[in-house]
């Protein structure tokens, strides 16, 4: 499977982030996310350090149906500095396998009143 590019929607330095659902499949079958950890690491530039992370372990994202491969980021506040952000959604299968489904990038724009 290719890597799928999906750039989220420009957000608001710390506003309610609304859940958002992936579904990952593989030849048009779903992944089995059952012992999977998943998570996001967003970074100012692809090689730069990490600036934040989301992930299963942290309870930022969260494996919602393991057998149809579905898993969301949660609602939560996002409140990042404003910048423009690289990340890739990494997940590590039971068996240790190490996958990187999708990337892309993610505006954080600076609000007014904080």
């Given at each position: 499977?290719?890597?799928?590019?999906?750039?989220?929607?420009?957000?608001?330095?710390?506003?309610?982030?609304?859940?958002?659902?992936?579904?990952?499949?593989?030849?048009?079958?779903?992944?089995?996310?059952?012992?999977?950890?998943?998570?996001?690491?967003?970074?100012?530039?692809?090689?730069?350090?990490?600036?934040?992370e989301?992930?299963?372990?942290?309870?930022?994202?969260?494996?919602?149906?393991?057998?149809?491969?579905?898993?969301?980021?949660?609602?939560?506040?996002i409140?990042?500095?404003?910048?423009?952000?690289?990340?890739?959604?990494?997940?590590?299968?039971?068996?240790?396998d190490?996958?990187t489904?999708?990337?892309?990038?993610?505006?954080i724009?600076?609000?007014?009143?904080?």
């Amino acid at each position: 499977m290719e890597q799928a590019i999906y750039n989220f929607n420009p957000h608001v330095k710390g506003d309610t982030f609304e859940a958002l659902t992936f579904t990952v499949s593989v030849n048009e079958e779903p992944l089995t996310l059952t012992g999977a950890s998943i998570r996001m690491h967003l970074r100012l530039a692809p090689l730069h350090p990490v600036a934040h992370e989301l992930s299963t372990a942290e309870g930022h994202i969260v494996i919602t149906d393991a057998v149809n491969g579905e898993f969301q980021i949660k609602k939560q506040i996002i409140d990042f500095p404003a910048a423009l952000y690289w990340y890739d959604i990494e997940i590590t299968l039971a068996n240790g396998d190490i996958k990187t489904y999708v990337a892309g990038k993610w505006q954080i724009t600076q609000d007014v009143t904080h």
